[in-house]
């Protein structure tokens, strides 16, 4: 189950979207043009839910044009900030096999993420899954946090491929 939540719905996921401003010191701003990020994603696993492997990013920019009108020019999909809205008994945990990651769902916790090198490179490395829930049910929601927006918060590194800054 798959739904989205407007930031401006309530006090309290503009409090949430501003905190995660705060945390990660990049622009969280809604807007109907040249948004820096896309509303609230809400998940919902039942047992058995997965999420294959995947990127946040699209690997061809041309299907950057897929985006609604508000992320036309917004870029790609720099950062993933995912909350843990549940515990889970046994399994939802998001992997990342090709960094070696894996990052249990623990009720109330967050994982955030760079999709994109310094470079602006999208990084192969942060292909990741949500494994299957085997017991119980999962919850999570994202803010995926786009390029436009990041120029002075996050500035390019002066080669392609510099790990990114801390
Ligand atoms: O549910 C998860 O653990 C991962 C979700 C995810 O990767 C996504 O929403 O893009
Ligand atoms: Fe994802």
């Known amino acids: 189950m798959r739904t989205w939540l407007d930031d401006n719905a309530s006090t309290l996921l503009l409090k949430l979207s501003r905190r995660i401003e705060d945390i990660t010191g990049l622009d969280t701003t809604l807007r109907t043009r040249f948004s820096s990020t896309e509303l609230f994603q809400v998940l919902n696993y039942g047992i058995g839910g997965q999420y294959d492997p995947h990127f946040d ?33 046994f399994g939802g945990a998001t992997v990342f096999p090709n960094a070696g990651v894996r990052v249990k769902v623990a009720k109330n916790g967050a994982a955030f993420w760079y999709n994109l090198k310094t470079s602006g490179d999208l990084d192969k490395g942060t292909l990741h899954a949500g494994c299957p829930v085997l017991i119980g049910s999962k919850w999570v929601t994202n803010k995926w946090i786009h390029e436009y927006g990041q120029q002075f918060r996050r500035p390019c590194e002066l080669t392609r491929n510099s790990p990114p800054t801390p």
Do not use: I, N
């Open 57 to 89: 990013f699209y690997e061809d920019t041309k299907q950057l044009e897929m985006y609604p009108p508000s992320l036309q020019g917004s870029g790609e999909r720099l950062a993933t900030f995912l909350f843990y809205l549940t515990d889970v008994k």
